[in-house]
């Protein structure tokens, strides 16, 4: 992998929280610097040829981190020939914050979706889903209310995504104001690719969410291989349908870990100082019974800080673990003590279910999470 153009990977301590770039290389400033960068200013993290091209395809792989895709340099070809390397997500590392920065260009204290699961007056919104306790919630947490930010610096690009998305709340609330184009499988991904780009569109989003899908079901073993080296192709495909002038640039929004059946149950002395959880297994808040904060932060702290870098809402806005600027609507969102999982595990909250045992998780602050690539295929 060619490293002209692209900043080299970060140098951080292994068990401290690696922190989100976010006055650098950060998918958070990726989409403001193709839309309005130029090629005399291109930071050290981007690759010029991504400013030089006349037209520019942005696709997002949901869930292939840096590390992960390190280990597979074998089956991975066409990735391991582009031009780039490694930058950072937000935090949490979680689809629907990053996702968001990804598309308005903001920090998650700036829009505000801080995580998957968000806590909203008393409900626990499951962003992704735009359900509460699994009902729609559309219609009381409207989506562009919770998420008032355009998208795109206005800009309004063709975006090429899952035809079941259109009317999600969540794509109403990261993706308002873009023209939307679906696709059902990844054939068509990669037609509706090519014909946008025929039209002459300057600058194309377009997302992939397959391997995070096989991550959470299958792990990091053979059938996580098998759909790496899938989209491996898939990359190459896209390539085949670049008309001259254009480059691609290939990012993520988050890596993984393989966390199987290793989940942590809150100690009794936890839970009797917390009234509702939010955020996700890797990155749990604990929203405080009122006047037990600071028991509650005494309690993580004594019985999952083996597991966790335990961290109260004040420390993280401090350290700007959301970015240099939190919004008072973000803040209202966040836990009283959050556990950030430093070692392979999850933390169990009975009301964060899904269809399926997740074997591999993110929304930490490791490095296997945190690190994404970006890579770009210069135009020809």
Not at 59 to 65: A, H, Q, R
Not at 122 to 138: F, K, T
Not at 231 to 248: H, K, T, Y
Not at 266 to 289: K, M, N, Y
């Amino acid at each position: 992998m060619v490293g002209d153009g692209a900043g080299g990977e970060r140098d951080f301590v292994v068990d401290q929280p690696l922190l989100p770039d976010y006055d650098g290389g950060c998918v958070a400033n990726l989409v403001p610097t193709l839309l309005e960068g130029s090629p005399g200013a291109a930071p050290a993290w981007l690759p010029v040829e991504a400013l030089e091209a006349e037209q520019v395809v942005l696709l997002v792989l949901d869930g292939l981190g840096w590390d992960q895709l390190q280990e597979r340099v074998a089956i991975t070809p066409t990735l391991h020939g582009m031009l780039g390397g490694p930058i950072t997500t937000i935090a949490p590392s979680t689809t629907s914050t990053a996702l968001t920065s990804i598309a308005t260009g903001l920090t998650p204290g700036e829009h505000g979706i801080v995580g998957y699961r968000v806590l909203l007056d008393r409900d626990v919104l499951n962003v992704l889903r735009w359900g509460v306790g699994g009902r729609d919630a559309r219609k009381n947490h409207p989506p562009e209310l919770v998420q008032p930010h355009g998208a795109f610096l206005g800009h309004r690009p063709a975006i090429v995504t899952r035809a079941e998305f259109r009317d999600s709340g969540f794509t109403r609330a990261h993706l308002e104001g873009s023209r939307f184009n679906g696709y059902r499988v990844t054939s068509t991904l990669v037609a509706e690719i090519g014909r946008v780009l025929r039209e002459n569109e300057p600058f194309v989003y377009a997302y992939y969410e397959g391997v995070d899908k096989v991550s959470h079901e299958y792990g990091l073993g053979t059938v996580f291989d098998a759909e790496v080296r899938s989209v491996d192709r898939l990359v190459a495909d896209v390539i085949e349908v670049l008309p001259p002038g254009a480059a691609l640039v290939v990012t993520a929004d988050h890596g993984q870990v393989e966390v199987g059946d290793n989940v942590v149950r809150l100690d009794p002395d936890v839970l009797s100082q917390t009234a509702i959880q939010s955020g996700e297994g890797r990155f749990r808040w604990l929203h405080a019974r009122p006047g037990r904060g600071e028991a509650l932060l005494e309690a993580a702290m004594q019985h999952h800080s083996d597991n966790a870098w335990i961290v109260t809402r004040d420390q993280a806005v401090d350290e700007c673990w959301f970015g240099p600027k939190v919004t008072d609507a973000a803040r209202s969102r966040l836990g009283d003590v959050a556990l950030v999982a430093r070692t392979d595990v999850a933390f169990h909250d009975p009301d964060d279910t899904g269809p399926y045992v997740l074997i591999g998780r993110h929304g930490s602050l490791t490095a296997a999470e945190m690190l994404v690539p970006l890579l770009v295929h210069p135009a020809s």
